[in-house]
């Protein structure tokens, strides 16, 4: 894409997870519980494999730019491997300030703690890029009957 259609649009206006996204009757959304961290509690030493379900919320404004535009979202893992980008079609028309609001909800599968990164393309260049950092949380078990308590003087 030429460097000239860049400086005109369309432009970044919001790229977040969120918990959930309340749309008024005025069409004004509210995005809930932005989120960039998930804790992940688990009963053995090691996290097994887990489903996180945010919604992506991206915002894009068409400056000067009209037309169809792919956007892409490629999830990358803690270990830097790429995972197959999502493909959204956009389109932009009406005055400068018009644009549009992608709203998804992800099922996305972490297999490890660590910062995971959600980069959003659009024309084949990233415009940004969304961190989603997991910890996991191993929980000690407790037998039936005791207290939980391990470890030195219990």
Same mark, same amino acid.
């Given at each position: ?15 977040v997870?969120? /918990?959930? @996204?309340?749309?008024? $009757? ?24 887990? @489903?996180?379900?945010?919604?992506? *919320?991206? !915002?894009? $404004? ?9 956007? /892409? @979202?490629?999830?990358?893992? %803690? ?5 197959p980008? =999502?493909?959204? %079609? =956009?389109?932009? /028309?009406?005055?400068?300030?018009? !644009?549009? =609001? *992608? ?10 703690? &660590?910062?995971?990164?959600?980069? @959003? $393309? ?12 997991v910890?996991?949380?191993?929980? %000690?078990?407790?037998?039936? &009957? !005791? ?8």
């Open positions: 894409m030429p460097e000239q259609m860049r400086l005109d649009g369309p432009y970044l206006a919001i790229a997870l969120c /918990e959930r @996204v309340l749309e008024e $009757k005025d069409g004004v959304l509210s995005l809930i519980r932005i989120v960039e961290r998930f804790n992940i509690a688990g009963p053995s030493a090691s996290m097994q494999p887990t @489903v996180v379900s945010p919604m992506l *919320v991206i !915002g894009l $404004k068409a400056g000067m730019f009209r037309g169809q535009a792919m956007l /892409e @979202v490629q999830p990358v893992l %803690p270990s830097g491997e790429s995972r980008a =999502v493909r959204l %079609p =956009v389109h932009f /028309e009406g005055d400068d300030d018009r !644009g549009v =609001v *992608v709203m998804v909800r992800l099922q996305f599968l972490v297999t490890e703690p &660590g910062l995971y990164w959600f980069e @959003v $393309k659009l024309f084949e260049g990233l415009l940004t890029r969304i961190p989603m950092r910890v996991y949380l191993p929980q %000690p078990s407790i037998a039936p &009957g !005791g207290t939980g308590a391990s470890g030195p003087g219990s």
